[in-house]
C-alpha cells in the first residue's frame, strides 16, 4: 500500500500498520485507531504511544547538574573543591608514605606588570592566598602566621597543613630570632612549608632568590619579581612521627650545634638570612624583591658575589683574628669552625670551608646558648651584630 | 525492535509501523543512557562535594 502523505513515496506499507514507516504519517488502520477515544486516552497519558525521548531526559539532568554546579559555586566558592583536595592529600600521603604539602612554592607567572615594591609583594602573598583553599583550615595557625607576617614585615607566612603545636614551636623560634637580631628586618620575603625534591634534601632551606614573575620576559618590557624565602621541609614538619625522632639522632651526632631541634634549624637558616641582609645593606640595598631595568644587573652581580662565599669568609677570618688575638690562641680556619659544630666545618667539593654555613651555625649557637655559646660563635655573632 | 512499543519491524524502517516512533540505532540508545547516568552522577557529586566541603573547614 502507498502513504497516504502526498510527498512520501513509501510503498511497502502493510494492511496492519498504523503509521508509514517511511514519514511516520497514519495510515487509514492508524487513523481508525486513533478515532477510539480509549486510545486517544491512551496516547495523551502517554501509556500506548509514548513518546519518552530520552535525549530530552538527558538534557534535563545535565542542566540540572550545571546549574546546580553554578550556583553551588558562587555560594561556597573555591571551598568547595576542599574536599577533593583532602582527599588527593590522602593518596598523596599513601603513595609517598608521608604527608606532603598541597601547595607549590615554585609558581612561575610570566607576563604580569609589576610597577613598584608593593605590587611585588602582594604577588607573593596572591601566589600563596590562591592556594590557601587547598590547606585544611585553622584559625589558630592562621592567626599565628599573621602575626609572624605583621610583626616582622614578611609578605606571606604559609605553613600549610602544619599542627597547631608545630606552628607554635616555629613561631617561638622566629619571634626569639627577630628579638635576638631585630634589624633583619626587610629582605625576607616568605615562610613556607614546600615539598623537597627529595624527602632527605634538607629540614629547612634559605633561597636568597627565586625570581617567580616574569623571569623569562625583557626587563625592558617587564619588571621581575624575586622571592628571598625560607623554605620548610614537608617530609619533617607535616610529619610528626618523623620528628619523633630527634634531629641529633637523625642527622648525626655533634651535626648541628648542641640541643638543636628540628624547629631550631630555622635559627641556622635565619643566620644564612642575616649574612644575606649584612651582605646587602653594605651594597646599598634593603631587598632584591623588586626587579627592574635600572636594578638588574647589580642585583643578578650582586647575588653572583655571594654565592662564592667571599663575603662571608671576609667575616668568619675577621671572627678568627678576633678570636686568635683575644684568647692567644694559632686556630686556623677549620679548627675554629669545628669548635662549634660539624656542620660549621663542612667543607664544598674544593676542600674550601663553607662559610656561610660556620656563620649560620654561630647564629644557630647564639639562639640556643646566648652568651653560654661557643666562644667562636660569639665572635662571629659580634661582627655580624656590629655589621647590622 | 521499538523501543518504544516494543514492536517488530523491518531493518529498514525510519519509523514504528505501530506506534509511528522515530526508531534509532542501538548505538543511539546505549549513547545516550551512558550519558543520562552519567550527568546523574554528576549531579550526585556535585550535591555530595558540597555536602563534604560543609563538613570540611
Given at each position: 500500500m502507498k502513504c497516504l502523505n502526498k510527498n512520501c513515496d513509501a510503498k511497502e506499507i502493510e494492511k496492519d500498520d498504523n503509521f508509514c514507516y517511511k514519514c511516520g504519517h497514519w495510515t487509514a488502520k492508524g487513523y481508525a485507531f486513533l478515532q477510539k477515544p480509549e486510545n486517544v486516552q491512551n496516547i495523551l497519558t502517554g501509556s500506548s504511544a509514548k513518546k519518552t525521548d530520552r535525549l530530552t531526559i538527558l538534557l534535563e539532568v545535565a542542566s540540572l547538574s550545571f546549574i546546580l554546579l553554578i550556583f553551588i559555586i558562587l555560594f561556597r566558592g573555591e571551598d568547595l573543591f576542599k574536599p577533593l583536595y583532602y582527599v588527593k592529600r590522602k593518596i598523596d600521603s599513601y603513595v609517598y608514605g608521608y604527608n606532603t604539602s598541597i601547595i607549590k612554592t615554585d609558581n612561575i607567572y610570566n607576563k604580569k606588570t609589576v610597577t613598584n615594591l608593593e605590587e611585588a609583594q602582594k604577588l607573593i602573598k596572591e601566589d600563596f592566598s590562591h592556594q590557601n583553599y587547598k590547606c585544611s583550615y585553622n584559625l589558630d595557625s592562621f592567626m599565628l602566621e599573621n602575626a609572624i607576617e605583621d610583626a616582622y614585615s614578611i609578605p606571606k607566612v604559609s605553613f600549610c597543613d602544619t599542627s597547631y603545636k608545630e606552628v607554635e614551636k616555629i613561631k617561638t623560634v622566629i619571634d626569639n630570632m627577630y628579638s635576638l637580631f631585630p634589624n633583619m628586618t626587610g629582605a625576607l620575603t616568605n615562610i613556607s612549608i614546600t615539598n623537597a625534591k627529595t624527602k632527605n634534601e634538607y629540614i629547612a632551606y634559605f633561597q636568597?632568590?627565586?625570581?617567580?614573575?616574569?623571569?623569562?620576559?625583557d626587563i625592558n618590557s617587564y619588571n621581575k619579581v624575586n622571592k628571598t624565602q625560607i623554605l620548610l621541609n614537608s617530609y619533617y614538619f607535616l610529619n610528626e612521627n618523623v620528628m619523633k625522632t630527634p634531629v641529633q639522632d637523625v642527622v648525626g651526632k655533634e651535626w648541628y650545634i648542641k640541643d638543636a631541634t628540628w624547629e631550631t634549624t630555622i635559627a641556622h637558616e635565619l643566620g644564612h638570612y642575616i649574612t644575606f641582609v649584612i651582605f646587602l645593606r653594605e651594597n646599598n640595598l634593603e631587598n632584591i624583591t623588586f626587579v627592574t631595568k635600572e636594578n638588574e644587573s647589580k642585583i643578578n652581580a650582586l647575588l653572583k658575589e655571594y654565592e662564592t662565599g667571599v663575603f662571608s669568609s671576609t667575616i668568619v677570618k675577621e671572627a678568627l683574628d678576633n678570636y686568635n688575638s683575644k684568647y692567644q690562641t694559632n686556630l686556623d680556619l677549620d679548627t675554629f669552625a669545628l669548635t662549634i659544630s660539624k656542620y660549621a666545618g663542612v667543607k664544598n667539593n674544593d676542600n674550601i670551608l663553607i662559610y656561610d654555613e660556620t656563620i649560620a651555625e654561630a647564629i644557630h649557637d647564639y639562639y640556643l646558648h646566648k652568651e653560654n655559646a661557643t666562644k667562636s660563635s660569639l665572635e662571629i655573632v659580634n661582627i655580624i651584630k656590629s655589621r647590622m | 525492535m521499538c523501543f518504544n512499543c516494543k514492536a517488530v519491524n523491518r531493518e529498514n524502517d525510519k519509523f514504528c509501523r505501530n506506534c509511528g516512533f522515530l526508531m534509532r540505532t542501538n548505538t543511539y540508545y546505549i549513547l545516550i543512557n551512558i550519558a543520562t547516568s552519567v550527568a546523574i552522577i554528576a549531579l550526585i557529586f556535585v550535591i555530595v562535594l558540597f555536602i563534604a566541603s560543609l563538613c570540611l573547614v
Open positions: 636568597p632568590m627565586f625570581q617567580f614573575v616574569n623571569p623569562n620576559e | -
